[in-house]
Every structure is written in C-alpha cells, then in structure tokens.
C-alpha cells in the first residue's frame, strides 16, 4: 500500500484535528449541520429545504429542548386537571376567578396534553430524526473506511514521542502493527507507518441513544393507542370483574376492545392498614394490605393473594395497584312510613386530616326523601381549642361518625348529574345534628324516622392498567443510558507509528496520537501503555536506553 | 423496629463534627488560594491541544515512572491527594501555604469520614437506608460531592476547586442541621421497597457530581470574564479572585468531565424512578412535579451538552446552561419538595 504524506502545517494539523471535533461552522464530518441557514430563496421547494435544514439543525435542537423545559414548568407548578388530584383545578379557580380562566384557554391547566406542548415534542423528534438518520448513513459507511495516512510531522500531533532502536524499520512496524490490534485498534500497515484509530463506538453509542428516544415515543404510543387504564373502589367483602362496568373510572385506548378485556375478578376479603404508635412518626402509615381472592377468568380456581403498595396483582397482562383507602359507615336508616334502608357507604379522606367524608342519598325514603351528610372519625375526640369533634389517629381506635339529616328534595330529578359524594340541600331542611358511637341510633323529630349508626367496614381503592408499550418502552430506556455511556465515555483517536532509517543509518520509531479535546486525560495514559509496549517490542538502544531502563 | 436513639445522637454529634472539619478545610483552601504559588497558567496550558516546537527523546522513560506522556516542561497534571506537586522548583516562600493546602485536604478526608460516619449511624439507628427526608437527603448530597471532589483529585489536578466546593457544602450542612432537621424515624409504607436503594442513590450520586461541576463552572465564568476583559485591556474587578485560578480550559474540562459522568447517571436515576413509580402506582410517569422537574434538569443538562458540540455556543454560553441546570436541581429539592404537593411529598419536613 502506497503511503501517502499529507504535508503537515499548522492548519493542516487543526484541520486534521477538526476532522475529530463537531463544532466547525459547515456541517461536520457526521453532516450535522451547526446553525440555522440564511434566508431562503424564492421558490416554495428552495423555502421548504431552508426549513428543513433550518430544523435539523443543532442550534434549533437546543432552542426546542429548552421549550421543552420551559413548557414543562407551568405543568408542575399549576394544579393540573389529568395529574393526581384534580379537584385542585377547581380549588384555583375558587381562589383565582379572573386568572383561571385565562389560563384554562392557553391550556395551562392541561400542559401535557395539550397541542403547544405536543407540537414542541413532535418537532424536537422530527428534527431528532431528520438529523440521526442520515447521521448513521455516514457512519456506517465511515465505519468501513480505513484509518487516514500518517502525518508527515508525527512529532507535531499532541502526544507524541521517538527513539532509536536496533530493530529493523520492517519489524517494528510488524510487531507495531500486531500490537495495535491487539489493543483493538484498527490498524492498516501502510510502507512506512501503521495507521490506527479507535473509537467508533462512540458515534454508535450516540446514535442508538437519540434513535432510543425515538422508540420510547413509539412506545409511549402504543400505550395510549392501545392500553387502559381504569379505578374502582371497593368495599371489604365486595367483589370486582374486569368489565367497563365496574369501573369507577375507565379510560381505554383508541383500539382498545371493550367487550374483550382480561376476564379476571377478585373480593376484597379484608383490608388492613397498620400505622406508627408513638414516637415522632406517630401517626404515620406502617404498612397498607389488601387481602384479596381472585380468580384469573369465571371456571379457574379462586386463590388468596395480598396486594400492597409496592406489589400489584398481575394477571393476563393487566396489573391491578393498591391506591387509596377508607372507610364506609354502615347505617340503618327508618323513614317516616316504616320503610328501612341498610347502607353502608364510602366515605373519602379529606387531604390534611384523619377525617373520611360522605354522604347517603335516600331517594325512596318517604313521606319525603332523606339525605345524610357525615364525616367519620377513626379516632375521635374532642379538639380542646375549638371544642369540634376530630380525629386524632387515623386507626380506628374509637370510632365516630358525626352526622346531619336532611329531609326534602335530593335534586336527583332535575336532570342533571351529581356527585355521589355530595349532598345538594338546597330544596332541604335540615332535621338533626348529632354524633354517633357505633351502636348508637338518632331519632329524628316529628316522627320523621331514625338513623342508627352500626358500624364500619373499609374500602380500598385500585388502580388497574394495561400496558402493552411497557416492554418496548423499558428496553428502549436501557438502550438510551447503554448509548449514552458509550458515547460519553469513548473518545475517538488515532494514533500512528512511523519507522524509517535516519541520517545515522538507525531505524528511528516515531509515535504519535490525537484525541478530542474535550475528553483527555484519559489518553495520555493510553497512549504511554501503547509506547511502553511498543518500546518491549522494539526496544530503545543508545543513551535512552539506559534512561527507560530507569523507568 | 425502635428507633435506636444512641445511634442517632451519635450521628447528630458525628455531623457537627463534619461541618467543623469542613468548615477547617474551607479555610485552608482559602489561605492556599491567595497566598499559596497560585496555578502556573502556563504549565497547564500545555495540556491543551498545541503544537509542540521541540522534542525530548530520553523524556519517554524518565517521566514513565509518573506516567505522563512527554512533554517539554513537567507537566504539574498528576495526582493531587498527598498534595505534592511536580511543579518546577519553586521559592520556599510558598512552602507554608503548599503546606496548608495540603492539610485543607486532609481536613476535607477527615470531614468526609465524620460525615460517613453521621450517615452510617444515623442509618443504623433507623434501621433503613438514610435517605427518607430532607436532612437525610442533603447530608447524602454534601457527601457525594465531596467524595466526587476527592475522587477527581485522585484523576487531575483539582485543589483548584476546594474553595468554591466546600462553601456549599459547608452551608448546605448548617441549613440541613438548623432547618430541616427533623429526628430519626423509620419511612412510609410507599418507600417500603429496595428501589429507594437504587433510584435515590442514583439521584444522589449524579446530583452530587453536578455539585462539583457546578463549582468548576462558576470558577470558569470568573476566569473567562477575567480573561477576555484582560485581553480587551479593560479593567475588571474581583482580579485577585480570577488571578488565583487555572486556565479557564482546564475549568472548561473538569466541568465537562463532572457532567459527563453525572448525566448518564441522573438519566438512570429518573428511569429507575420511573420503574419504581410503575410498581407502587401503576403508572410510571404521571408528571408529578418531582418527575417534571427531574425532567426539565435531564433535558437542561443534555442542553449542555448540545451546546459544547454546537458552534459559537461552548464556553460561557455553555456554562451558563450548566447553571441554569444546577438551578433547577436546586428548585427540585427545595421548592417542589416542601412547597408543591404531589405523589412525590416525602420530604418530612
């Protein structure tokens, strides 16, 4: 093979070293382009490409991946009505009444979902992909290209070193050559040198990283598209089935068949939660167990299984999640006619207290329809300051509920809908106010009935999904931190061996090598390993002999 | 399990004495950095990519032995910890503050075995990995970046940075110990799992390497201001600040290598939060403000990183994202953790 000497200077040099880096001003060796191109010409095609490029270019990539930060703030910041507790969208706007709304219609109170923020993602990935794709054309075509020439003037690359050995100039290259590729450095034997580089991975590792991204967004699709994701709250001694009507809430994926869903049921036989006695947790939860039977579809065997926190149940692809818990007093409501209602009813946990609120609709009750507001104490006691009822454990270690009964009309038949958890009283009176220990029984007056308070049993709220982007999207997450290793922890460098007779008629070895700059230090090593093996090979004679013999 | 209160007063005594050793060895910098010999900008810069005019043959066994590639000058890029310097014959005047700088250091080991120490039994006293709430977590921060600051003295030359290191550290410390200390007390029931193990270590670890990248970026703001102020020939203020520095490339670099090792780190961090997430929630990304925030400090810091390989953007426009990213660390942990409520409110505060 001919060798060919490229005439080195100092701009040869920085070029050969600007061949190694990305940062020139015209799109680098990977044809990535640095900046935003100047205007467009005229016609349509000539505007579309000054887009194009325009998008695929690095500056534009950080101008979207900082809108996407930006954007994301205000999600975090500002309740939002998909997150995790979407009543405190309606919490602002009771506290911002002219501010809510201006931001409802920029879309604030749904970022993540909204279409500004889609748009920044979508076109972060188009420009992703328009710049990685043709970027891994190049290189894996650069990948089959052989190493570059030597330098003429190996002495002037950053590292570098030579001395005189008694070798042949053939064998040192020989034995040069073979310990490169050992080292696994693509190494070509040129007539008078050995050229080497090693490194590719790292472009590798970089691309498979930003082509990861893009396969977590097809997974995250998959997901949305495909999955569902569902919550119901069930009461100790109830049971569940997998069907939408079930559900409390139901959100399927666009492709989702209904009718066809995993058909596995469970009964929730008991739930028990266990809190911090004493000490400067008191009060803080210990542990959370739901102690469920299912069974995986109607004719398999019912088995006993308890779901935790941090241990859902899994069947068919579906996973079911302990969420919430509460409590759900049992009532035994008389009306005025005889008539007798046995209730029990969930109540929820207000966020800040120990108190679980709720209410019983009694649409049936006669002569007029009855309605019960209550909020039930595990722990109640008296608040010494304000003398109200609360709760002072959220175990219950001395139950009560404290109610107030209402006579009239629910509202129901107005048509339009209500919340199960509250009572409208706007068309009631109220009768009574008391509090109730388990046991106990309020007769309202006028005859107008009694309200007996028996007990309590617990609820348990479950989040079940179905995820089928799951799997690709967990493998395209390891593949994206395998990339990004590689590609922030190999450096790409060359490294090359000259031996030729000298003017003394001794063979003189030439070593030298170029890295990255951002990433040295680790090269200087490299490279004195690689000469202190070269030197075992071809061993320096002379006076350095006597010095490295030293060392 | 009881909470083992010996432990935990002991591990309240072992803290103090941390901030004390570290507070020590604050000064001891400090002293090293304005009257010590100061950096030789010029030895240092021969690490940068030049050409190199002449040539040493017999150089390549006799500087084998501190396995540095040949150089014309010894290049002072060698091992910091014992604090001896390669440095050229220097005048003795300077051989007090060496001395001093070199005691800084062992000051900052002892300060960091106090504080392994404080973390060890506070952990033991608990009965759990200490990592529950906001004390625990900041003294876990402060022992990262130190243990990242001693590390990288082990790799490079980076007394440099003890000044702008352990002010932090020793603040964040007096904060956590005055503010959100709260007493030892064994975890929820949601944070049951050995994914705390590995997602809050993960975070730890790459929010402690930030830390130390974030000292050597502010340093490289005052050393480039400096620099390219002296080379318009205006005056600047703050000269003894900018003169007692390396060469803002050496900065430039050892900020890099801080992010770069961090990054891939802080990426695992927030996917093994994710997975963590998918097991007690069933949903493993639900933009808790936490999560977001943990994204928006991913997608500033990978910002950064675009930038160094984008034209007319490396060097201060660079650093400054960097900054901007330590910021949204801090909003993260301090903000979001006790002001805005979410999945994510285990601060304990």
Same mark, same amino acid.
């Given at each position: 093979?001919?060798?060919?000497h490229?005439?080195?200077?100092?701009?040869?040099?920085?070029?050969e070293?600007s061949?190694?880096?990305? /940062?020139p001003e015209?799109?680098?060796?990977y044809g990535?382009?640095?900046?935003v191109?100047?205007?467009?010409?005229?016609?349509?095609l000539s505007v579309?490409?000054?887009?194009?490029y325009s998008?695929t270019?690095m500056r534009?990539?950080?101008i979207?991946?900082?809108?996407?930060?930006l954007a994301s703030?205000?999600?975090s910041?500002l309740?939002q009505r998909?997150?995790?507790?979407?009543?405190r969208?309606?919490e602002?706007y009771?506290?911002?009444?002219?501010?809510a709304?201006i931001?409802d219609?920029?879309?604030l109170?749904n970022v993540?979902?909204s279409?500004?923020f889609?748009?920044?993602y979508?076109?972060?990935f188009?420009s992703?992909?328009? +710049?990685v794709?043709?970027r891994?054309?190049r290189?894996?075509?650069a990948?089959?290209q052989?190493?570059?020439?030597?330098?003429?003037? /190996?002495?002037?690359?950053?590292?570098s070193t030579?001395w005189?050995?008694?070798e042949s100039?053939?064998d040192?290259?020989a034995?040069a050559h073979?310990?490169?590729r050992?080292?696994r450095?693509r190494a070509?034997?040129a007539a008078?040198?050995v050229n080497?580089?090693k490194?590719h991975?790292r472009e590798?590792?970089n691309l498979l990283?930003?082509?990861s991204?893009?396969?977590?967004l097809?997974g995250i699709?998959?997901?949305?598209?495909?999955?569902?994701t569902?919550?119901?709250?069930?009461k100790?001694?109830? $049971?569940?089935?997998?069907?939408?009507?079930d559900?409390?809430?139901?959100s399927?994926?666009?492709?989702?068949?209904?009718?066809k869903?995993?058909?596995f049921s469970?009964?929730l036989?008991?739930?028990q939660? *266990?809190?911090q006695?004493?000490?400067p947790?008191n009060g803080?939860?210990d542990s959370?167990?739901?102690?469920?039977s299912?069974q995986?579809?109607l004719?398999?065997?019912?088995?006993?299984?308890?779901i935790?926190?941090?241990h859902?149940?899994s069947?068919?692809?579906t996973?079911v999640?302990l $969420?919430?818990h !509460?409590?759900?007093?049992?009532? /035994?409501?008389?009306?005025?006619s005889?008539n007798?209602?046995?209730e029990?009813v969930?109540?929820?946990?207000?966020?800040?207290?120990?108190?679980?609120?709720g209410?019983v609709?009694?649409?049936?009750?006669?002569?007029?329809?009855l !309605?019960?507001?209550?909020f039930?104490?595990?722990?109640a006691?008296?608040n010494?300051v304000?003398?109200?009822?609360?709760s002072i454990?959220?175990?219950p270690?001395?139950?009560?509920?404290?109610i107030?009964v209402?006579?009239g009309?629910l509202?129901l038949n107005? !048509? /339009?809908p209500?919340s199960?958890?509250?009572?409208?009283?706007s068309?009631?009176?109220?009768?009574?106010t008391t *509090?109730?220990?388990p046991?106990d029984?309020?007769?309202?007056p006028?005859?107008?009935?009694?309200?007996t308070f028996v007990?309590y049993?617990?609820?348990?709220?479950?989040?079940?999904?179905h995820?089928?982007?799951?799997p690709?999207?967990?493998g395209?997450? +390891?593949?994206t931190?395998l990339?990004l290793?590689?590609?922030l922890?190999i450096?790409?460098?060359?490294?090359?061996v000259?031996?030729?007779r000298?003017e003394?008629g001794?063979t003189?070895v030439?070593?030298g090598?170029?890295?990255?700059?951002?990433?040295?230090?680790?090269?200087?090593?490299?490279?004195q390993?690689?000469?202190?093996?070269?030197q075992a090979?071809?061993p320096?004679?002379g006076?350095?002999?006597?010095s490295?013999r030293q060392? | 399990m009881a909470?083992?209160v %010996?432990l935990?007063r002991?591990?309240?005594?072992?803290?103090?004495?941390g901030?004390?050793a570290?507070?020590?060895?604050?000064?001891?910098?400090?002293l090293?950095?304005a009257?010590?010999?100061? #950096?030789?900008?010029?030895?240092s810069a021969?690490?940068? @990519?030049?050409?190199v005019?002449?040539?040493?043959?017999a150089?390549v066994?006799?500087?084998?032995a501190d396995?540095l590639p040949p150089?014309?000058?010894?290049?002072?890029?060698v091992?910091d910890v014992?604090?001896?310097v390669?440095?050229p014959?220097?005048?003795?005047k300077?051989k @007090?503050t060496?001395?001093i700088?070199?005691l800084? &250091?062992?000051?900052?080991?002892?300060?960091?075995?106090?504080?392994?120490?404080?973390i060890l039994?506070?952990?033991?006293s608990?009965h =759990?990995l200490p990592?529950?709430n906001?004390?625990? #977590?900041?003294?876990?921060l402060?022992?990262?970046s130190v243990?990242?600051?001693?590390?990288?003295?082990? =790799?490079?030359?980076?007394r440099?940075?003890g000044?702008?290191l352990m002010?932090?550290v020793?603040?964040?410390?007096?904060?956590a110990?005055?503010? @959100?200390?709260?007493?030892?007390?064994p975890?929820m029931?949601?944070?049951h799992?050995?994914?705390?193990a590995?997602h809050?270590t993960?975070?730890?670890v790459?929010s402690?390497?930030?830390i130390?990248g974030?000292?050597?970026? &502010?340093m490289f703001?005052?050393?480039?201001?400096?620099?390219l102020?002296?080379?318009?020939g205006?005056?600047?203020?703050?000269?003894?600040?900018a003169r007692?520095?390396?060469?803002?490339d050496? @900065?430039?670099?050892t900020?890099?290598?801080?992010?770069?090792?961090a990054f891939?780190i802080?990426t695992?961090?927030?996917?093994?939060g994710?997975?963590?997430?998918?097991y007690?929630?069933?949903?493993y990304?639900?933009w808790?403000?936490?999560?977001t925030?943990?994204f928006?400090?991913w997608?500033v810091?990978?910002g950064?990183?675009h930038?160094?390989?984008?034209a007319?953007w490396?060097g201060?426009k660079?650093a400054y994202?960097?900054?901007l %990213?330590?910021g949204?660390?801090l909003?993260?942990?301090?903000?979001v953790n006790?002001?805005i409520?979410?999945?994510?409110?285990?601060a304990g505060?």
């Amino acid at each position: 093979m001919s060798d060919t000497h490229i005439d080195v200077d100092d701009n040869a040099l920085s070029a050969e070293v600007s061949k190694l880096d990305t /940062i020139p001003e015209a799109p680098d060796e990977y044809g990535t382009r640095q900046r935003v191109l100047r205007t467009p010409g005229g016609s349509a095609l000539s505007v579309l490409r000054w887009a194009w490029y325009s998008l695929t270019s690095m500056r534009t990539a950080l101008i979207l991946l900082f809108l996407l930060a930006l954007a994301s703030v205000p999600g975090s910041i500002l309740p939002q009505r998909g997150g995790s507790d979407p009543l405190r969208v309606s919490e602002y706007y009771a506290t911002h009444p002219t501010l809510a709304p201006i931001l409802d219609r920029l879309g604030l109170f749904n970022v993540f979902g909204s279409v500004w923020f889609a748009a920044i993602y979508l076109l972060l990935f188009i420009s992703l992909a328009g +710049c990685v794709l043709p970027r891994s054309r190049r290189h894996f075509k650069a990948m089959r290209q052989r190493p570059p020439a030597a330098p003429r003037n /190996i002495s002037r690359l950053p590292v570098s070193t030579s001395w005189h050995t008694d070798e042949s100039p053939d064998d040192a290259l020989a034995r040069a050559h073979e310990l490169l590729r050992s080292k696994r450095f693509r190494a070509d034997r040129a007539a008078s040198s050995v050229n080497a580089e090693k490194g590719h991975l790292r472009e590798t590792g970089n691309l498979l990283f930003h082509l990861s991204l893009l396969v977590v967004l097809v997974g995250i699709a998959m997901t949305s598209v495909f999955g569902f994701t569902g919550s119901v709250l069930v009461k100790e001694h109830d $049971g569940f089935t997998d069907t939408t009507i079930d559900y409390d809430s139901f959100s399927p994926g666009r492709f989702v068949n209904i009718d066809k869903l995993p058909p596995f049921s469970f009964t929730l036989n008991k739930f028990q939660a *266990t809190f911090q006695r004493g000490g400067p947790a008191n009060g803080d939860a210990d542990s959370f167990a739901a102690h469920v039977s299912w069974q995986p579809n109607l004719t398999a065997k019912s088995r006993d299984y308890t779901i935790e926190v941090n241990h859902p149940l899994s069947t068919q692809g579906t996973n079911v999640y302990l $969420g919430g818990h !509460g409590y759900a007093p049992h009532f /035994i409501v008389r009306d005025g006619s005889g008539n007798t209602f046995d209730e029990t009813v969930p109540f929820l946990p207000q966020p800040g207290t120990s108190q679980y609120n709720g209410v019983v609709k009694l649409p049936d009750a006669k002569p007029s329809q009855l !309605g019960v507001t209550g909020f039930f104490l595990p722990t109640a006691s008296k608040n010494p300051v304000t003398g109200m009822p609360t709760s002072i454990f959220p175990a219950p270690d001395n139950p009560a509920v404290v109610i107030g009964v209402f006579s009239g009309d629910l509202g129901l038949n107005n !048509g /339009i809908p209500q919340s199960v958890y509250t009572l409208d009283t706007s068309k009631m009176t109220r009768l009574a106010t008391t *509090t109730l220990r388990p046991g106990d029984t309020l007769t309202l007056p006028n005859g107008a009935g009694s309200v007996t308070f028996v007990g309590y049993d617990q609820w348990a709220a479950f989040n079940i999904t179905h995820d089928p982007g799951k799997p690709v999207v967990f493998g395209a997450v +390891c593949a994206t931190v395998l990339g990004l290793v590689l590609s922030l922890a190999i450096r790409r460098r060359r490294l090359w061996v000259r031996a030729g007779r000298d003017e003394s008629g001794r063979t003189l070895v030439e070593v030298g090598g170029l890295t990255r700059t951002d990433a040295s230090g680790g090269f200087d090593d490299e490279f004195q390993r690689v000469v202190t093996a070269l030197q075992a090979a071809a061993p320096p004679t002379g006076q350095e002999s006597a010095s490295a013999r030293q060392a | 399990m009881a909470v083992d209160v %010996g432990l935990a007063r002991l591990s309240n005594d072992l803290i103090a004495g941390g901030i004390v050793a570290y507070s020590v060895a604050f000064l001891g910098f400090a002293l090293d950095a304005a009257f010590g010999e100061g #950096f030789d900008k010029k030895a240092s810069a021969t690490a940068k @990519l030049a050409a190199v005019p002449a040539q040493v043959p017999a150089l390549v066994g006799a500087s084998a032995a501190d396995s540095l590639p040949p150089r014309t000058t010894p290049a002072p890029v060698v091992a910091d910890v014992a604090g001896v310097v390669a440095a050229p014959a220097s005048s003795d005047k300077f051989k @007090l503050t060496r001395r001093i700088g070199a005691l800084a &250091v062992v000051c900052t080991v002892i300060g960091w075995l106090l504080e392994g120490g404080a973390i060890l039994s506070r952990g033991l006293s608990v009965h =759990r990995l200490p990592w529950g709430n906001m004390y625990e #977590f900041t003294m876990a921060l402060t022992f990262a970046s130190v243990t990242a600051f001693l590390v990288l003295m082990t =790799r490079q030359r980076a007394r440099f940075l003890g000044v702008f290191l352990m002010a932090p550290v020793v603040l964040a410390l007096g904060l956590a110990v005055l503010v @959100l200390y709260v007493p030892a007390a064994p975890l929820m029931p949601a944070l049951h799992s050995y994914w705390l193990a590995i997602h809050v270590t993960a975070a730890i670890v790459a929010s402690g390497v930030f830390i130390v990248g974030t000292a050597a970026t &502010v340093m490289f703001l005052i050393a480039d201001r400096y620099a390219l102020a002296s080379a318009a020939g205006k005056p600047v203020r703050f000269t003894a600040l900018a003169r007692m520095m390396p060469d803002r490339d050496v @900065l430039d670099r050892t900020a890099y290598r801080a992010y770069a090792f961090a990054f891939p780190i802080w990426t695992f961090a927030v996917i093994a939060g994710a997975i963590w997430a998918e097991y007690a929630w069933g949903h493993y990304w639900q933009w808790d403000p936490k999560e977001t925030w943990a994204f928006i400090t991913w997608v500033v810091y990978a910002g950064y990183l675009h930038a160094r390989a984008t034209a007319g953007w490396r060097g201060r426009k660079a650093a400054y994202i960097a900054m901007l %990213g330590f910021g949204t660390i801090l909003f993260n942990f301090f903000v979001v953790n006790i002001f805005i409520s979410g999945l994510h409110s285990y601060a304990g505060v």
